[in-house]
């Protein structure tokens, strides 16, 4: 009895407490309350619609009257031939992105920590920043106009030298080179940001110690300044492996086109098309929740052979 009281005021007096340090910083809480809410309706109310995957969908019912049906829209994709299709068209475009795209920021990074002329680095860095602050409607408005046969500066160019204007838009052979040069062009420099802040935190002593003993930049480079990020290499290519589903639902949508759907057609766009062109909600809801479980499997198993081989890892 003697505890269960004592308890109760223990909880009574951390309660007490804590309300009080509310109070005494209530501006700042006042501060985040916009994120805690934004977080709350945009983020978590939205998951109520996550039911839709495992019901069969009536319009005149709504969500938690319309007949439960477990994993049968799960069964369904699984086993249509469109999982096969756009499963490999996701995983070959997220993979190109991460054997090509995650070194460019890097070598960007290593490449700009090299520069000794300040005003020309700052200059360097803010052209490659700009590109990731272009929309994707309007960097693809671009390439429509840089490529086009009918006036564009590259088919321009092939007539001078005598040679056939390309379709490169339009052309199969094309899309995939479009997407990631694109992608390394638009989001290289941002990502550098990261990599040149680590890069920052690197002891010049070391170079000064390794110059003594006669390395070259490449030598320095190679046994210094990798070693000396390679954690936060192994974060950001454990969120580049989780999220290998996530192969670019705006530039892929933007660059479709009829003569490429067949190795353009990737999870987000087939989830929108499902939803909003054939009505099928609940269908949809289940290819994207099937959509984050396999990341985050994906994600979890990257971390724990991380761990196990680089000693780094998100948990």
């Known amino acids: 009895m003697k505890s269960t009281i004592s308890g109760s005021i223990t909880r009574q007096v951390r309660t007490r407490r804590l309300w009080q340090q509310i109070m005494r910083h209530k501006v700042l809480y006042l ?19 996550a039911l839709l995957a495992f019901k069969a969908y009536n319009y005149n019912l709504g969500i938690l009257g319309s007949p439960f049906v477990g994993l049968q829209n799960f069964e369904e994709f699984i086993k249509s031939p469109d999982f096969w299709i756009v499963m490999k068209n996701t995983i070959i475009i997220s993979g190109f992105k991460i054997i090509f795209g995650f070194p460019a920021p890097i070598l960007l990074a290593l490449l700009l920590n090299e520069v000794r002329g300040l005003k020309f680095k700052k200059a360097v860095q803010t052209m490659s920043y ?35 204007s390309i379709f490169f838009m339009g052309e199969k052979k094309y899309f995939y080179p479009m997407v990631i040069l694109s992608d390394i062009w638009k989001n290289a420099g941002w990502g550098s940001i990261i990599y040149l802040s680590a890069l920052s935190g690197v002891s010049q002593e070391l170079y000064e110690a390794a110059t003594v003993d006669g390395a ?11 070693p000396s990020i390679k954690g936060t290499i192994g974060i950001m290519f454990i969120f580049a492996v989780g999220g290998i589903l996530n192969a670019g639902f705006d530039q892929v949508l933007l660059l479709q086109q009829p003569a490429n759907t067949q190795i353009s057609e990737i999870l987000d766009t087939f989830v929108l098309k499902t939803g909003l062109n054939y009505g099928r909600f609940e269908y949809a809801t289940a290819i994207g929740l099937f959509k984050s479980a396999f990341a985050f499997a994906l994600m979890a198993l990257t971390n724990s052979v991380s761990k196990k081989f680089m000693d780094v890892g998100i948990w």
Not at 31 to 49: D, K, R, S
Not at 218 to 224: A, D, E, F, R
């Open 31 to 49: 501060f985040i309350l916009p994120c805690v809410v934004w977080l709350l309706v945009f983020c978590y109310y939205p998951m109520y619609g």
């Open 130 to 164: 700009l590109p990731y602050f272009v929309s994707w409607v309007v960097a693809v408005s671009l390439m429509t106009v840089i490529f086009t046969p009918y006036g564009g500066i590259i088919n321009d160019i092939r007539k001078h030298f005598g040679l056939e």
């Open 216 to 226: 070259g930049h490449l030598k320095c480079t190679w046994h210094i300044t990798l």
